[in-house]
């Protein structure tokens, strides 16, 4: 890789091209509901986040990185995908017609990207896990038809 620099550069672009590669595995698969691709999607993405989380704390140099045009452009297409997922979501009667689907990539990415990489504080009364929880079932409570979030909470 040549420096230390390079190396991170390396790993945060192969871990964003996991997720694009992971995602979109999971919108193309016949085998799930929407709902369990919705809750797949989620798992993958924090997943790769927190794998990120260490790396991009320790070098100064990964937000420079994480904005690069390569990065954003990844980026991009992640929320292409999550967009996609959405509207077919919107579609098939599982969110509701009012949500603006434009905007659930970046409520779901943003969201995602925060808490994972958020540290816990000692005196925080829950783990880290129980706020992403609780946090992507707020947001999906806000944007899945009834039927659809039942079948979320069970799954």
């Known amino acids: ?10 790993i945060i672009f192969s871990s964003m091209e996991k997720i694009l590669e992971d995602i979109t595995n999971i919108f ?3 085998d799930h509901t929407i709902v369990e691709k919705i809750f797949f ?28 045009p390569e990065c954003i ?7 292409d995908v999550i967009q996609k997922l959405a509207k077919e979501g919107q579609e ?4 509701k017609k009012h949500i603006k689907i434009e905007m659930v990539p970046y409520v779901f990415l943003n969201s995602i990207r925060g808490l994972s990489t958020w540290v816990k504080p000692e005196s925080f009364p829950f783990s ?12 999906l409570d806000g ?9 979320y ?3």
Do not use: V, W
Request: aromatic fraction near 8%; charged fraction near 25%; hydrophobic fraction near 40%.
């Open 92 to 95: 098939q009667g599982f969110i």
């Open 28 to 30: 193309l698969s016949d």
């Open 1 to 10: 890789y040549g420096s230390k620099e390079n190396l991170l550069e390396a």
């Open 73 to 79: 452009f990844l980026t991009d297409q992640i929320q």
């Open 128 to 139: 880290k896990l129980e706020l992403m929880k609780n946090s992507i079932e707020i947001i």
């Open 41 to 68: 999607a989620i798992k993958k993405l924090y997943t790769q986040y927190s794998n990120m989380e260490t790396p991009t704390r320790s070098d100064p140099n990964a937000a420079r990185i994480i904005f690069s």
């Open 143 to 151: 944007i899945l038809t009834p039927k659809a979030m039942e079948e």
């Open 153 to 155: 909470l069970n799954s």
